[in-house]
């Protein structure tokens, strides 16, 4: 087995347990990745779910690695956020049933987001609560739903409606997986990894409008770099308030907005962290408004937007739709629209406190 | 408002929150019900879950009081264990979302315990978690289900399989709703009443003994103090170990055989409680041919049982029918199936070193 470039590790702490995430690159590729996970499995059983797109690429040596030791089956569910349901989630509970697996089963989710939020919400739900184990093999789900332990799938009227906070038992990110990406879907994940700047960090902010073209040209080590800082700020805020009470609901900067497009448009039509990024743009521009941020600001977001080749324009929703998808958002409270907005760069709050006129004027701004 | 013959309450410490249940009679009849769970509803959204047996008893009164400071909504879902599926938690979800609730409503389930256990795996799993509160009509759910907080539905192959824990704000057990049961579900009740006695205290199947005839005739104040006595023991065990890894299991006394029974009958055709009655007369011949328990012991067991009008011989099923159906119990641990067993009446123990043969003899007793 060859040595790693590199391989680095942070660990996030829950009320349940703590847990690490490694940082590492080429275990896919080197057959080290069924080795660095089997510390973590604590039974026999384990199902491996993982989608269509993901499976040809890594499956195959994982599964026969881990077979030496384990019982293994495997659940492919299809690939894309319209998959993100029930139907897919009764998949994996009829592959546990199948295998005569029980309460020792280890669940490993193989593939992005989607894949490891439906695993993770599977093992929550399956015999009340099993293990899982996260492999998160695009970039968003490395520096986001990868952390902190939000599982679940969407409901017809609504994204991510059903589900829990279940957090895994081990976390692990192989930046070379970032190779097989594509183009689009870094260009989604970089939405959240300057997210983390603009609400927590605007020394960060700084560093990725230096490096952001390294990232882009798929510099492993920088991007590695990258993931950990965005973990270790989302660790942090987890550590603080995990069930979203106060201080975490500032990661979901641009999402109110960002999901009134992908609900608007239909789940998978938009990749999740392009509607973020023009959702953040107008955030930006509500702040703006609100007399926050500076026009310069604002411009300095959609430019940092445009180096990781985002969307900074969302598409044309009228202004009473917008409204009406945003009254189903789960950050609602008391029925009032709370929305993140930018007191200053790399400083975010969750507030109901604004003029409702400056927003319908954010939404008209883009409604046609 | 009338006030009632009695009124007693006990708290249940869980990890998330205590909570209190009260035990008291005639809240449904002189419309008191409202005004003991509405301080203990934190936000303004109330969904209201029964089925369509309950309703018509005690729906319109209640639903009537509460909408006097809540908005409620009402989800009405078809009778019987047949239901406890994915296709009645979606009605709930539904139920939710056309109502437009967030993050703040509060779950009600007014009915017995597949009503109890589907409410509360919707609040667990509506948005990662809201609040709900438990008013269990069936003695049966008094006693067991509306403690301790497991919830969860059935999948095809198997019963509980999916579920969360997720605690309740309040409990209202209300022993007037005894009066609209009919007889063969309150025996089913007893027959966890009756299991509390043979794990844990020899001194309450005594009291039983005396006092079972009282309780089949309807005295709600001697239903109340077994109600209590049993909510107390569990509580309890809750306390010691909320996620059944240990003590806990000791809970499901009887329902291991009591499983195969259900499953192999098609749920609903047996009721739980009968299936565990003639689960804990299995568990006890086992008992007894470990040289545990004695002859006249076993017989004392099922007569208790005969009081309460309870089955004591389980449906014909084949030896190897009933081991296969074991073997997908959650109970079953590496492979090996665990019994609960009676080292003595009123103590039970959780096992896996019994000698299969003698379970294989038990199990052929009752294969013809």
């Not at 994996?92 to 695993?119: K, Q, S």
């Not at 919400?121 to 970039?139: D, E, H, K, W, Y």
């Not at 927590?200 to 409008?209: A, K, N, P, R, Y």
Request: proline share 3%.
């Amino acid at each position: 087995m060859a040595t790693p470039l590199f391989f680095e590790g942070l660990t996030v702490q829950t009320q349940s347990h703590d847990y690490p995430i490694i940082i590492t690159e080429d275990a896919a590729k080197n057959g080290s990745m069924a080795q660095q996970v089997a510390p973590y499995i604590t039974g026999r059983q384990v199902l491996i779910v993982t989608n269509e797109t993901v499976a040809p690429l890594y499956l195959s040596a994982f599964e026969q690695a881990l077979a030496a030791h384990f019982t293994v089956r495997v659940c492919v569910l299809p690939d894309g956020e319209q998959y993100k349901n029930q139907d897919s989630i009764n998949q994996i509970y009829d592959a546990l049933m199948d295998a005569h697996f029980n309460r020792d089963v280890t669940l490993i989710a193989l593939g992005g987001g989607v894949i490891g939020d439906m695993t993770g919400f599977a093992a929550a739900s399956f015999m009340r609560g099993v293990n899982f184990i996260q492999i998160p093999t695009t970039l968003l789900s490395q520096v986001d739903s990868s952390v902190g332990g939000k599982t679940g799938i969407n409901h017809a009227q609504g994204k991510n409606m059903i589900g829990a906070f279940w957090q895994p038992q081990m976390v692990l990110a192989d930046m070379s997986t970032l190779k097989t990406l594509p183009a689009r879907e870094l260009s989604a994940g970089l939405a959240e990894v300057i997210k983390y700047a603009l609400i927590m960090d605007v020394s960060f902010l700084q560093w990725l409008e230096s490096n952001l073209p390294a990232m882009m040209a798929l510099d492993l080590a920088v991007l590695g770099e990258a993931v950990k800082r965005c973990c270790q700020y989302k660790a942090d805020i987890v550590a603080q308030d995990e069930r979203e009470s106060g201080v975490r609901a500032l990661l979901n900067f641009g999402h109110t907005f960002g999901h009134v497009i992908e609900t608007h448009q239909g789940y998978g039509n938009w990749l999740h962290g392009e509607a973020v990024a023009a959702g953040m743009v107008q955030a930006a521009e509500l702040s703006q408004k609100m007399g926050w941020l500076s026009n310069e600001e604002v411009a300095r977001v959609k430019h940092v937007l445009t180096l990781a080749n985002l969307p900074i324009h969302p598409p044309a929703i009228a202004v009473d739709t917008a409204l009406d998808l945003m009254g189903h958002d789960k950050k609602v409270k008391h029925g009032q629209i709370r929305l993140i907005l930018l007191k200053s760069l790399g400083e975010a709050i969750l507030t109901n406190d604004f003029d409702a006129t400056l927003l319908t004027d954010v939404l008209a701004a883009h409604s046609t």
